[in-house]
């Protein structure tokens, strides 16, 4: 060992070197802002095409518009979604999911069943907050996303916009389907929704 | 294919030689062009196209280029010459396909989403093919959709005008029941006279339908065809054995397909004459009951009066104890057993081997007794062969076909789709001699009404007047000429003017049926209901056989005396031997090498010769006390036979009384233990259909809650008893009948059978001939003006629709007696008035329909329906040579209540 090493290495020693060198960043730290959220105090802003909590939403009338195709099933990748679709009773011929199900535990939010989705009923919302000591209701049903899209209307919307699925209300209506009315009688009354 | 063939069976058609694509093809003079092109293994697409019936050409895709014309033309609707020079292929053949396609898209709803056909639409795959991805000027037709028929749906928005429905269904079916009609500024398929559909309902135009325009009410909306399990398999409502696709999701029969589809259009047109795969009502709309909620899911034992639900184990263990107590206390004899032939083949064998060799009693019957036992008992003695003789094939080429007591579009639509075809497409004469107004005679060139119960006399009169015409086959008889001459001796004294005034049938018909028949290279009998099932009918198919025999028919290809079965598989319950007086293989019971053989392969003493007893046997020996337990299986006596039977009764005094059903029935509620068993979708097997071709069951869904197939349940009893049986599965009892009954199953085809009656004509004919001819209708009954028949409709079949909703939708019990509607209005009876209805075994009230189909001086009730219970005013007469019962008709008087 050198002496000019040696001296350097007493030095060190006698002025206590390793510790300012150890507080030079705590001292640095004290003068910037914390880079932390103190969550669930602070939340972050999250963005638009954020893929979050899956629901399904309706539209400005109260009508569901999901109409039960079953291409959100056959899309996605992880198999979590399951849905029962039927006739409504009281509105002939209008197909609709009678049970709707995603297992949310398995879904690896690839938003594919979102893009699949033909009348823009399924979006993702920013949602994210929904661990429970309950694995079962992970297990969302038809009501709950229904909650979930109601709750978080505006986020699904934004959704749908960034990802250029729906540019505005006008255009989501022109998503809708109208279903034909039925006939008991052979002769023909315009369907309503064209007068 | 899709022209008309231009070889039929008395034709060769010549050969012609085209190029296609540069290749030279030789063809059938008179095809279409494109049915040559198909041939050569090229597809090209075509929508309206189906090889059932003539091209309609009006979708405009199958355009091909031909050399000497400028624009391409229509391949379907064009014949095919010698010398054309065809190309198939090329940039511009695709562009104008793709100007086709963006065609009808752009009238199309594009509602892919939520139609039914989405993912089995041939215009979805059209796009796709051709890449149409945008549309100018598309719009909407906003039809609204015509909900009205009870099965069908019509949303005409997404219909091409393929007209694919339309032609099925009269150029195949023949039922004509779909127009085109001009509504709303569109082309759109209405029902004949824009009413709402009502129809035979066979659903073939729901299969052929490219896209979703027609569509099923039963499934509406309740799939998507990706989502759904395919399982191939055999329809389970009548003898014609159908094959059909039934699409399951997880535990739940969705719907019902048919080999008949747009998807499976290219064929040989020919190739239909063994069938066009299409279904009937039943088999396509009749599959509810299959995850029905009445199903019984739990094995039941009485208690106290009450039936409740136990656990399999225990059930099992308390039904041994009882049935070794029997058994030990009165001996083997004390057992008896019933079985259904809905049961597959594999199950009637283990049901005769359960009874013969499990529990030692040959007292054992199937409900082949109720009919199907007479044509073969008949046919056996006559011919030695207890089966139909032609297939379908024949049926289809035949020229002359005599139908009698049969109403044949009701109970085997399928059959009479064959015969259908036979009158137009080979242009067969058909003589229909029945005693109602049936759809088949609406078609045939001979129809012929005659009165109810008179079809033996119809045959007497019909052999008379071969005999008195001299239509006699020289050559064939001379060979039997003391046969020949004991048939001449009892015909004497037949009168045909007697039997004229005595069936309603002019002389003449009698003079004209006998001669078509007789100088008609190939000439099939098909005898139904009215023969197998009424009085007598043991004797009458004999008769028919003479008919047969003296033209020289029996025996000649594509000729013979054929019947049609009810049930699906009782042609295999008498060939598994489910019967007192037959082994399997229809081999006899009193044989003793036979006796031997089977005693050797089951390892087991037979029951004695003699101790047998058929269904009838059975109930009475129930009734004496001589029978303690019984063991019915999918069987359903007390429901079926009339309360002059006194059935209950003798179930009643029954020590232990089984029943194993998938529902609960009638007999059933009297039960002391009722074991679930499971369907035929739940379980592998085959069954025998009327041609004698064995058809695959397979298993589609697991069983519905703890019930299990008959195999398995018999199996356990079986074990439970002492024997050491070690069936795992159906193929290992399949295994089994392959070894005693080598070629039975015959990859599925039907085997060549010849009818031989030299045996028959050369000992014993001379003795029973004389008696055939004797009988006088029996006299007394005729005070009553009306004659009450009970039948099958075409939409039910025996009581296991009644449990699928969708047929009961389509037919429910009316409850009302059905009357011609000319004696409506000369009883001054209104549509639902009340009448009273008199035999000479009671009288009841119930209400009146009209109905076209039935003829002046007869009523009809269903024999699905005991609701009100109709069957209870029938006599029942038992054939003395057969055993099997017949309580099908009666004379009643119906006045105003």
Known sequence: MSVAALTKKILHAALFYE????????????????????????????????????????????????????????????H??????????????????????????????CGYCVEACPVNALAMTKMYEYSTHDKRSLLFDKKRLYDIGERHLDDGKKYLYAHNQEKNVEQSREYRYYFPQSVQKSTQPSPKHLS | ????????????????????????????????????????????????????????????MCLVMQEGKKAPVRSCTAKAAAGMVIRTEGEDLFLARKKAVEKHLSVHPLDCPVCDADGHCELQDMAFQHG????????????????????????????????ECINVCKDVLMIDALQFMKKGGFNQVVAKGDLALDCEFCGDCLAVCPVGAITNKFSKYLYKPWQMKTTT?????????????????????????????????????????????????????????????SRLTQPLVREGGQLVQKPWLETMHLLVERLTEIKSKYGADAIGGLVTARCTNEELYLFQKLMRAGFGTNQLDSSARYGHMNFVLASKRAVGLGRTPNDWEDLTKAKTIILIGSNITETNPLTAVRIKEAIRVYKAQVVTLDGAITNIAKLASHPFLIKPGTEGAVIDGLVKATIDQDLVDEEIVAKHPHAFEALNSAVENVSLERLAAQTGLPVEAFREIAAIFAESPRSIILCGEGIVRRTNGYQNVLKLMDLAWITGKLGRAGCGVNTVTEEPNEQGAVDMGAAPEFFPGQARFDDQGVRDRFAKAWETSLPPVGSGAHLIEILKRCKSGQIKALYILGENPLATLPASMEVRAALERLELLVVQDPFLTDTGELAHFVLPACTYTEKDGT?????????????AMDPLGESLPDWHIM??????????????????????????LPGYYNLGQPRKVVPIPDQYLSDGYTAEVKARYQQTPPSGEHT?????????????????????????KIAPNTGKLRMNIRDMERLGLQDGAKVRVTSNRGSLQLGVQPDQSIAPGTCFFPEHFNEPPVKDLMPVSVDATTGVPSFKQIWVSVEQA
């Open chain 2, 715 to 740: 199996t356990a009893l079986a074990n439970a008893m002492g024997c050491r049986w070690e069936y795992q599965s159906a193929n290992d009892i399949q295994a089994e009948i392959m070894k005693l």
């Open chain 2, 784 to 808: 009553r003006p009306f004659s009450l028949l009970m039948g099958q409709l075409l939409v039910h079949s025996g009581k296991l629709s009644t449990q699928a909703s969708g047929l009961i």
């Open chain 1, 80 to 109: 979590c979604i399951k849905v029962i679709s039927a006739e409504d009773t009281a509105r002939p011929l209008q197909r609709y999911a009678s049970e709707f199900y995603i297992d949310i535990t398995k879904c690896v939010f």
């Open chain 1, 19 to 78: 510790i300012w060198d150890a507080m030079k960043v705590t001292f640095r730290h004290m003068l910037h802002r914390p880079m932390t959220f103190q969550y669930p105090r602070e939340q972050r802003t999250i963005p638009d095409a954020h893929r979050g909590a899956l629901g399904l939403l309706r539209y400005d009338d109260g009508r569901e518009r999901c109409v039960g195709c079953d291409l959100c099933e056959v899309a996605c990748p992880s």
């Open chain 2, 687 to 699: 069954f025998t259909n009327l041609e004698g071709r064995v058809l695959r069951v397979r298993q």
């Open chain 2, 132 to 163: 149409v991805t945008n549309l100018a000027n598309a719009k909407q037709k906003f039809i609204p959709e015509d909900t009205r028929s009870p099965v069908l749906d019509f949303n005409m928005n997404r219909c091409i005008a393929c007209a």
């Open chain 2, 233 to 293: 398999t055999t329809c389970n409502y009548c003898g014609d054995g159908c094959q059909l696709y039934l699409e399951t999701k997880d535990e739940e029969v969705v719907r019902v397909t048919s080999p008949l589809s747009w998807k499976n259009k290219w064929g040989d047109r020919s190739e239909t004459a063994k069938g066009h795969g299409g279904l009937c009502v039943r088999g396509r709309f009749g599959f509810e009951y299959l995850d029905s909620k």
């Open chain 2, 1 to 60: 294919m899709g022209l008309k063939p231009a070889t039929n069976p008395d034709v060769e058609a010549a050969t012609i030689e085209l190029s296609i694509d540069g290749k030279s093809v030789t063809a059938k003079d008179g095809v279409s062009l494109y049915d040559v092109i198909a041939m050569t293994g090229k597809i090209i697409p075509a929508m309206c196209y189906h090889y059932t019936f003539d091209p309609f050409g009006s979708c405009g």
